[in-house]
């Protein structure tokens, strides 16, 4: 069973649109994040959330929306999309902030 | 707010132990210190943690001395499947805005 899931893997749009990517874990997790890495390998923390607590990365745009129907699930909105959004997105879930974290296994998106 | 720095890569032959150096100089009190391995096309995957001093599990070691400034993750006789990036991450409980992935360390193994 995958512990971490992410849809889609790979994700090609336009400038100027809107996309969603989603994320489900089945471990349990109370909380939840939102990573970027981008062609440098760079990994850089968007968002987390634990316990209905949103705490957003402050040099993410806000163009940038994560939303959790329930515990189990955190979905990455993007609107306007803009070619410097081109990265791998990856989610990851744990216990608590210093604890383990888990990743899916990465959405690339391309902007054309 | 603790930033980390890891050197860009690193070459290493199989069989020989592998030690990647983390550097955290504003590390808070409450800061732990996570390795994390990435293999390409795959999301990173935890390696081991630690507070202070030496932790060691079933795969690596993690050296952190005394001020806490540095971290070093030891891999004990490498091989070639250890090719990976390795990146060190320092952060509290706070959330978002207290987690810092380092730059990563490429790991090459050579036969």
């Known amino acids: 069973d995958t512990a971490v899931s992410q849809t889609p893997k790979y994700l090609v749009t336009q400038m100027g649109n809107d996309k969603s990517i989603k994320c489900e874990q089945n471990?349990?997790?109370?909380?939840m994040y939102w990573y970027k890495q981008d062609s440098k390998k760079f990994l850089k923390i968007m968002f987390s959330?634990?316990?209905?607590?949103?705490?957003i990365n402050e040099t993410v745009p806000n163009r940038f929306s994560p939303k959790s129907p329930d515990k189990a699930h955190l979905n990455l909105h993007i609107n306007s999309l803009e070619l410097g959004d081109s990265a791998v997105y990856f989610c990851?879930?744990?216990?608590?902030?210093?604890?383990?974290?888990?990743f899916g296994p990465g959405t690339r998106l391309t902007v054309l | 707010l603790a930033k980390t720095t890891q050197p860009i890569s690193m070459d290493s032959y199989e069989g020989q132990e592998v030690n990647i150096t983390c550097s955290h100089n504003?590390?808070?009190?409450?800061?732990?210190i996570t390795w994390y391995q990435q293999f390409p096309s795959q999301g990173p995957r935890f390696i081991i943690q630690?507070?202070?001093t030496k932790v060691t599990n079933e795969v690596a070691s993690l050296f952190i001395p005394a001020d806490r400034k540095s971290s070093t993750l030891s891999l004990p006789r490498v091989s070639l499947s250890d090719t990976a990036v390795y990146y060190c991450?320092?952060?509290?409980?706070?959330?978002?805005?207290?987690?810092?992935f380092g730059t990563g360390t490429r790991l090459t193994v050579i036969p």
């Open positions: 630690g507070y202070k």
């Open positions: 959330y634990n316990n209905k607590e949103l705490i």
């Open positions: 471990l349990g997790h109370d909380t």
């Open positions: 990851a879930s744990s216990w608590g902030y210093t604890d383990t974290q888990y």
């Open positions: 504003n590390i808070a009190t409450n800061d732990y």
């Open positions: 991450l320092v952060g509290d409980q706070t959330g978002a805005n207290n987690l810092f």
